[in-house]
């Protein structure tokens, strides 16, 4: 069987899945309506959610971490208070003023079932939405897409800012992964007579695989140009991080704004695999959450009323370790944060059941223990803000029950 994915090279490279289902990707023209958007940030190499949601409250928590705890709030380079018991890395800051508008909320002690500690195996068992499960072939973003079809969806439906399709946008439902919004497509061509020419051939040649679906690209190409996004200029004052991270959030509020159909973008940030020197207030992941915070603040401010209709929503493989090694950094773990920011999340508070952090609280008697299971977080934001009516199909083997939603999403 033929794998319709092609791919097209040039400096920053595009990749399309074109899927399975001819109708899915319906030539309409490019409606500029309201549609409900979902923001998909992957923290790859385990982020130490510990001290990015610091539970200061928890005395388990300072005799666990005597060199990296960050500091209860009202010290020099403290924790931000969020409720009395839970607090921001005073990196984040940037944060707080969306928590105080009752934009965001936080799931604290989620994360998978699966025991496993291995970077590969829980990214991959966290993209297909299936623990423990090597065998599945595509991703719960993908089967999100898949079961929820229809006639208006445009080839920007699903976009990865990213060299390659990553493991959770994988399958039959279509989708873009593109490496730099000003280097997609066929901006390489010295003249319009030569992309037209290169068009037509590279047409000709995907029709004879895949029939009339080939041509799509192109559509997404002709949208994307339009807008012009070399000549963008974020609004509202924001102020991107100049970070590969970033630019990949500044390009996914282009997409939004230029109307082109955007229902489900992915970023990621990586580098917060801490294993020697993690640092506390200052230090590795000082550095990592002052980017990853900026660059959240920056998008939400860039898209301003926009965000009336989008939700960005955070996720990491699994956890650290609750007690720092040797080498004042932390191991791998089991559960962690997850932040959700925007329409309707049901913002001000930290969800979640907290299970503590003495050592006979901890799974294995070293980690966070988990009370949420990130399926559960998923299929929230699924069904309560992309309004599928029925999950079931997006998280196969696992049965979803609103009576298990952390209930952080009105």
Do not use: C
């Amino acid at each position: 069987m033929i794998d319709r994915r092609i791919f097209l090279k040039n400096g920053g490279m595009a990749l399309v899945s074109l899927g399975f289902a001819p109708t899915f990707l319906a030539r309409t023209a490019w409606a500029a309506e309201r549609r409900k958007v979902l923001i998909a940030l992957f923290q790859r190499g385990a982020v130490d959610g510990l001290n990015m949601i610091v539970p200061f409250g928890d005395a388990g928590y300072y005799r666990a971490r005597p060199s990296i705890a960050i500091q209860r709030p009202g010290r020099p380079d403290s924790a931000i208070d969020l409720d009395g018991f839970f607090g921001l890395h005073p990196r984040m800051a940037p944060l707080k003023p969306f928590w105080d508008r009752g934009d965001m909320a936080i799931v604290h002690a989620t994360g998978s079932p699966d025991e496993t500690r291995s970077h590969f195996d829980a990214q991959d068992y966290m993209e297909s939405g299936t623990p423990g499960v090597k065998s599945t072939s595509d991703g719960w973003l993908n089967r999100y897409l898949h079961a929820k079809e229809h006639q208006k969806a445009t080839p920007f439906r699903a976009v990865a800012l990213a060299p390659q399709l990553p493991r959770t946008l994988q399958g039959t439902a279509p989708a873009l992964a593109i490496g730099s919004l000003e280097r997609f497509g066929l901006r390489g061509q010295s003249t319009d007579m030569a992309s037209a020419s290169f068009e037509e051939q590279y047409a000709a040649a995907a029709d004879k695989v895949l029939g009339r679906t080939g041509t799509d690209a192109f559509d997404a190409v002709r949208a994307l140009k339009q807008a012009d996004p070399s000549r963008y200029t974020p609004a509202n004052g924001a102020q991107y991080p100049r970070t590969p991270y970033g630019e990949s959030l500044r390009q996914i509020a282009q997409l939004i704004k230029a109307d082109v159909g955007l229902e489900i973008a992915f970023a990621e940030s990586g580098q917060w695999d801490h294993h020697a020197n993690e640092g506390a207030a200052v230090g590795q992941i000082a550095q990592r959450l002052d980017d990853f915070a900026r660059g959240i603040a920056a998008l939400a401010t860039d898209l301003g009323e926009g965000m009336r209709d989008v939700v960005i929503l955070t996720m990491s493989e699994f956890g650290r370790t609750v007690a720092e090694n040797g080498n004042r950094g932390t191991d791998h773990g089991h559960g962690n944060a997850m932040i959700a920011l925007g329409a309707g999340v049901k913002g001000g508070k930290v969800y979640g059941k907290w299970p503590g952090l003495e050592v006979e609280q901890r799974w294995q008697g070293r980690d966070l223990a988990i009370t949420t299971d990130f399926r559960d977080v998923f299929a929230e934001v699924v069904t309560r803000h992309l309004e599928l009516k029925d999950a079931s199909h997006v998280f196969p083997g696992y049965t979803v029950d609103a009576r298990r939603f952390a209930g952080f999403m009105s």
